[in-house]
């Protein structure tokens, strides 16, 4: 039960990833131990260190979005929309695209993404022409004939909350719509701020989540020059190591999560599924130069005490643990420092484990799909495994889940979220009673 207000519950799961589209798919995917990690294929890769991702390879944007939509979107907004409508469909919602009602002044958003430029090569096409003899740009002519130049509606793609109002305008949603810029945080922050929402009455239903398209090559020239990614392109899905003795860093993956979060009371009435209930959320901050974490996880071990705090949880309590799982050398070990920190010696028997190898980093939607995995553990009651963990580091000494899931029937789990600049959050969720 939560500590306070109204109790939130689950009751649809809208995710898209390279293992699937939908939660059954994603889950049988998960506890099979299927990867959707390869060679980028969409572009030509060769340039960076890191040539690996997750690609959704067969994704169609026209099932979930007008053709008028598609011109003022990008990649990472239309995966929103698609996740946006599995959710509702997932929660046996009415919704406008499906002939019903809209959502209304009682509904909300709250999505968090990494979105930075609207879709680039139609620019890069077009400002070839202000290219002087010598190779320099001339400025002077993209001022005067910009107009003529730049794409008419880049500027519009580029909107960093455009899914915001994208889904909002589709579903008719007329209440708080909110966007969180960031990395594996934004969505756990946007999901944590969803619920509050709905526990203080400011809302009945929220849409909550994150999404991201990490393997365009825009993000991924960004992430390949910030050393956190692996370079062993040789090792092919066995690349992305989380907690491993010979782990180097993560690899990217495209995809969104996004959650129906519904007020208790009003969901049993209309005889929704309920995944899990919402209990807790924490938040917390290394204050250490980017990108390296706090050798000690004191942001992520804040995050985790309070949010056990705000569900009136113990450490002890935990029966799974979806972790952030970065594979970077410092990451990992200081997100299991910061656990057996916050938990205690309950630490070291909790299962843990992340989706991260099979899915790739969805960076602005990594930390809402760990909730998505922790609400389907707590509904099927299971723990999926760890891709690729084979020797684990004693540094990173939990109680990791490895090789194939594990039958445990968990009453409550945790759902952690790290930002490469030391954001952290954490969220906890309880099996429905």
């Known amino acids: 039960m939560s500590g306070s207000g109204r109790q939130v519950v689950i009751s649809g799961i809208g995710v898209l990833t390279a293992l699937g589209e939908g939660p059954e798919a994603t889950w049988k995917a998960l506890v099979a131990g299927e990867s959707g990690i390869g060679p980028i294929r969409a572009y030509d890769p060769q340039p960076l260190q890191t040539r690996l991702g997750g690609e959704i390879a067969a994704f169609d944007a026209t099932r979930y979005a007008t053709r008028r939509q598609l011109r003022t979107v990008n990649r990472g907004d239309s995966l929103a929309l698609a996740a946006a409508r599995i959710a509702l469909d997932d929660a046996g919602l009415p919704h406008k695209m499906a002939g019903g009602d809209e959502l209304g002044h009682r509904a909300g958003l709250y999505l968090g993404g990494n979105k930075s430029l609207g879709r680039m090569e139609q620019l890069i096409e077009e400002?070839?022409?202000?290219?002087?003899?010598?190779?320099?740009?001339?400025?002077?002519?993209?001022?005067?004939?910009?107009?003529?130049?730049?794409?008419?509606l880049f500027f519009v793609e580029g909107l960093p909350s455009g899914a915001v109002f994208n889904i909002s305008q589709t579903y008719g949603i007329r209440g708080s719509s909110t966007f969180f810029a960031g990395y594996a945080d934004a969505g756990a922050n946007a999901i944590g701020r969803a619920m509050r929402a709905v526990r203080r009455g400011d809302a009945d239903v929220a849409i909550a989540g994150?999404?991201?398209?990490?393997?365009?090559?825009?993000?991924?020239?960004?992430?390949?020059?910030?050393?956190?990614?692996?370079t062993r392109n040789d090792l092919g899905q066995g690349a992305y190591r989380p907690?491993?003795?010979?782990?180097?860093?993560?690899?990217?993956g495209e995809g969104a999560a996004l959650l129906v979060l519904e007020e208790k009371q009003a969901a049993l009435r209309r005889g929704a599924r309920i995944y899990a209930e919402l209990t807790g959320y924490g938040a917390g901050h290394d204050a250490r130069t980017p990108p390296a974490a706090d050798p000690a996880g004191r942001g992520l071990a804040r995050a985790v005490r309070r949010c056990l705090e705000d569900a009136r949880l113990a450490g002890d309590d935990l029966g799974y643990i979806a972790s952030d799982g970065s594979g970077t050398r410092q990451g990992d070990a200081s997100e299991a420092v910061a656990l057996r920190t916050a938990l205690g010696p309950a630490a070291l028997s909790v299962p843990v484990s992340t989706p991260k190898p099979q899915t790739g980093h969805l960076v602005g939607g990594g930390g809402a799909l760990n909730a998505a995995v922790a609400a389907l553990a707590l509904h099927h009651g299971a723990v999926p495994a760890t891709l690729n963990l084979e020797r684990p580091d004693p540094v990173c000494a939990l109680d990791h889940v490895r090789g194939d899931a594990r039958e445990s029937a968990p009453l409550h789990a945790m759902a952690l979220a790290r930002g490469i600049e030391g954001q952290a959050v954490a969220l906890t969720l309880s099996k429905p009673v």
Request: hydrophobic residues 35%.
């Open 127 to 152: 400002l070839k022409v202000i290219r002087r003899p010598d190779g320099t740009a001339d400025l002077a002519h993209l001022a005067r004939h910009g107009d003529a130049i730049m794409p008419p």
């Open 210 to 230: 994150g999404y991201d398209d990490a393997t365009s090559w825009w993000s991924m020239t960004l992430l390949d020059s910030l050393s956190i990614l692996t």
């Open 243 to 252: 907690y491993d003795q010979d782990r180097s860093g993560g690899l990217p």
